[in-house]
Each structure stands twice: as C-alpha cells, then as structure tokens.
C-alpha cells in the first residue's frame, strides 16, 4: 500500500462544478504539499498546509491530521483547471512522498 | 524573473551512451533536488543537495551521479548503468532542506533512450 493515496484517478467535469481531491496518508507529517502538473509537464505549488484551511482564488485546501486525510477543492472549475493535481507529505525524513495524482479533465 | 531552467526540454540519446541534463536556479535556494517522473507512479527522488558541495542519494540513485559545484547548478547525469532511463525528469529547489518548505520545479526532461 503506497503511503499517500489519492483518488479519484480520474475525473471529468462541466465547466462550473464544484470539484473535490481527496489525499490520504499512513505516515506522520510536518506538511502536507498540494501540486499542479501542466500537460506540458511544468509543476506548480498550489498549497502547503499543517492545519486548518487555506484558500486561494477558486481553490481551497484543506487538512485533518487526525484523520489523515486532506482534501483540494475547486469551485466553479473551468477548462484551464485541466491537469494533473498531486498531493506530497512531508515525513519523518523531511523527504516528501508523493501520491500518484489525479488527472481532472474540465469540459465547456 | 526568479525561476528554476531546465534543458534541454527533450532529449534522445542511444543506449549505452551517459547524458547530462541541466538545472539552474536564480532563487538563492540553498536545496536541490532531482526527481524522476514515470507514468502511473508519484514523482520519485534520486539525488539532493542540502547545500553547495554536499549532495545525498535518494531513493533511486543507482545509475545517476550529480554535483553541486554552485549553488545555481544541479547538473544531472544519467549513466549507461541506469537500466531503464527513459523517463521524465524535474528538478526543484527550497530555501532549505526539507519537506516543510514551499517546492519550486522546473519545467523538466523528457529523456527518450533509443
């Protein structure tokens, strides 16, 4: 079992859903990374979270480590949201472990 | 722009043969680190740099060799030894060391051994 799993694999949406990413982890964290991969291949850093909530825009990230679970929302998504959205934690080795991510596709 | 460059952006070489890839970065970050992309798995770590001169294996060094003679440059060479090195490969930086620090990536190479 990976130590960060994420799902759905897939998702497809109209342009205007609210969408929802969920990433859940066995191992303890000092932080919690949320990524943006492009088609062409580029990576971005949405959030980095320990706690709580952060919004950004559309976009929202959000953390329970009791649970170990952290989910990415986008609300009123829209085609350029299109990518690949990978969550990473940050564990005892300060190294990050990365999921498999989620390929979301936005249609008009 | 502060940013992190990589090139060439694709890159084909024959078996057998070893290939460098670039990256620098003008952020003033003191980490570095290389990652390897392939399809259906999470990115995966191979080298890093802590600091200038200093550089650590990951979880899947065999096969690469890295340096960190600058602290801008983190040149990436994929040896012969490397079984299987078609694959997609990022680099990233950090102000410092560790998962606890907001992760800059460059563009990244795509490696095609024929």
């Known amino acids: 079992k990976n130590e960060v799993e994420q799902s759905p694999q897939n998702l497809t949406a109209q342009e205007g859903e609210f969408i929802t990413i969920n990433c859940s982890y066995s191992?303890?964290?000092?932080?919690l990374h949320w990524l943006q991969q492009h088609p062409g291949g580029g990576i971005v850093s949405l959030f980095m979270?320990?706690?709580g909530k952060k919004k950004h825009g559309r976009l929202i990230a959000t953390i329970n480590i009791q649970e170990k679970h952290s989910s990415l929302h986008i609300t009123a998504s829209h085609p350029r949201d299109s990518a690949v959205y990978i969550c990473a934690v940050s564990g005892n080795t300060d190294k990050l472990i990365f999921g498999t991510g989620t390929r979301l596709q936005v249609f008009p | 722009d502060g940013g992190i460059t990589q090139s060439p952006k694709y890159l084909f070489r024959k078996e057998g043969q070893n290939v460098t890839l670039s990256c620098e970065q003008n952020?003033?970050?003191?980490?570095m680190y290389w990652y390897r992309q392939d399809p259906g798995q999470g990115l995966r770590l191979i080298y890093y740099s802590q600091i200038v001169n200093d550089f650590q294996k990951g979880d899947i060094a065999e096969g690469y060799s890295v340096s960190r003679e600058k602290k801008e440059s983190f040149p990436l060479t994929v040896t012969s030894a490397q079984k299987n090195p078609t694959a997609f490969y990022l680099c990233?930086?950090?102000?410092?060391?560790?998962?606890?620090?907001?992760?800059?990536f460059g563009p990244g190479t795509r490696l095609t051994v024929l």
């Open positions: 979270l320990s706690s």
């Open positions: 191992v303890g964290i000092s932080a």
């Open positions: 952020l003033n970050h003191d980490a």
């Open positions: 990233a930086s950090t102000t410092s060391f560790g998962g606890h620090n907001e992760q800059f």
